[in-house]
């Protein structure tokens, strides 16, 4: 009866580890191909819609975007800042927006272009 209870505690125990390293691959994975799109989009992209698993990294711009207006209004409510920070605050959202778009759109263009000359 030890023997049965001792097995079935390793099986369980064996199944967490399973889950853990399925789970760290898909973070250092994930990791690696957003690190790469900063760095070398074409190339990552290429391998991206090759694989087609991780696909919705393609929109990591965008999720950023939202990430950084939901805590940035977060923040509007709980810290007050001086007028004179606001105009550079202002400027530093303004160019955040502006890159992280082109960067999206860049993201985007390179998608289409990738998955359409492999489906022919």
Known sequence: M?????????????????????GVWVVYHGVRLCVGLVIHPYRTMREIMRGLWFVPLVFVPAALLIWIFVTGRIAAWVVDVPSALRDWIGLFYATLLLSLGLWQALLLYLAVRFWAGLKR
């Open 2 to 22: 030890a023997k049965l209870k001792a097995t079935t505690q390793n099986s369980k125990l064996f199944a967490l580890s399973q889950g853990l390293a399925f």
